[in-house]
DNA sequence: AGCGATTTTACCGTAAAAGATAAGATTCCT
DNA sequence: AGGAATCTTATCTTTTACGGTAAAATCGCT
């Protein structure tokens, strides 16, 4: 973590969590029972202020019938990194 | 984990950045020094034997120069966020 | 077959995710 | 305002991701 856009990344992913919850009326409480996981860690996934696994994501995902995609839904390469200097960039430099 | 569908998913998710690697031509050292995660770590994951974390799974994605949804893509769920059948498929059950 | 490169596996530390529980802080009511 | 539900935060324990290193195993290659 300690990066920016890493921060930023969990928070939109938790934002995204946190509406889609919402949206289907499901309490903290209710979420856990669904997936497994203990609604105080919910709670630290939706506030960024945990780095979810990739199962962990799932099973999210899965009790709200949303796909995986909808709650990543990155485009961070539209936010930054989309395009590189001519050898710019970071590439392997002199490693060869 | 224990999980076979988190088996699956985590085979999926691994498999599909070999296949962005090998496209790239890039080695697992090669990948290794791009995003900071060991060889042996990379290797875990691709082989799907780790379950790796989200900003993980982004650095890898922002490596390579692809999003995470390209990643991810799991198509397991074509369905939206809004519906959900008012009290239909798994729903909490007695839990109230 | 043998060599070099790449990949996998194993072991050890450290850090962090996740469960449980409990205590605070919010928000939403009437 | 008060009370109830909901959400947040803290502490503790267990599990596991991750890096480093080194040793196997695998895959080219000529």
Redesign the interface.
């Known amino acids: 973590?300690v990066?920016d856009a890493?921060k930023k990344?969990?928070a939109d992913?938790g934002r995204r969590i946190r509406e889609?919850r919402a949206?289907?009326g499901l309490s903290l409480e209710?979420l856990a029972?669904?997936t497994g996981i203990s609604a105080p860690a919910l709670s630290l996934i939706e506030t960024g202020k945990r780095?979810?696994?990739?199962?962990t994501?799932?099973r999210i995902?899965?009790a709200?019938?949303?796909?995986?995609?909808?709650i990543?839904?990155?485009?961070?390469?539209a936010a930054k990194?989309s395009d590189?200097a001519p050898s710019g960039g970071?590439d392997?430099g002199e490693?060869q």
């Open positions: 973590m990066d890493e990344l969990l992913v889609t949206v289907q209710q029972r669904l780095d979810p696994r990739l199962t994501l799932r995902a899965d709200m019938r949303v796909s995986l995609a909808t990543i839904a990155d485009g961070s390469h990194a590189r970071y392997l490693y």
